[in-house]
């Protein structure tokens, strides 16, 4: 029940309304297959601000660090690809951890960095916005903002 309820989020996380009420999913409607963008075995790197929050994430394995623990938190995911983007799931702590990334410019408010992903956090039921970015495809900007 878990997974159904997790899969039918991910469709709306993923999905934007359109007006009339009908949902536009990101890609080629004729398209089935999951999200190819991030290979399983690259790096996906993520940060957010207010509160500052951010961390790594290779397979099944994703690192979460905010000031409070710098080290980061290691928690395993699962990984979903749906049609415009990932999502990472798991548990932190107690809390449950739903971590989505989808293709999209993305600013962090802070430096002059533009990122070719978003990542849309929701730990505990809180929300939080950020960039990500791979090797494969990094930021635009300097490296020491």
């Known amino acids: 029940m878990t997974r159904v309820i997790a899969g ?81 799931s798991g548990n932190l702590g107690d809390r449950r951890f739903d971590l989505t990334i989808t293709e999209g410019e993305c600013s962090d408010g802070m430096s002059d960095r533009s990122y070719p992903f978003t990542a849309t956090l929701v730990v505990g039921g809180e929300n939080r916005q950020g960039c990500a970015w791979t090797d494969a495809k990094r930021f635009k900007g300097p490296a020491d903002p």
């Open 8 to 88: 039918c989020a991910l469709t709306f996380f993923l999905a934007a309304c359109q007006p009339g009420g009908e949902v536009a999913v990101p890609g080629d409607s004729k398209d089935h297959a999951g999200y190819a963008g991030i290979a399983a075995d690259e790096t996906i790197r993520f940060t957010g601000t207010e509160p500052f929050w951010g961390g790594t994430a290779q397979g099944d394995r994703l690192v979460y660090t905010t000031p409070e623990t710098p080290d980061g938190t290691a928690i395993t995911v699962k990984r979903f690809a749906g049609r415009g983007g990932l999502a990472l």
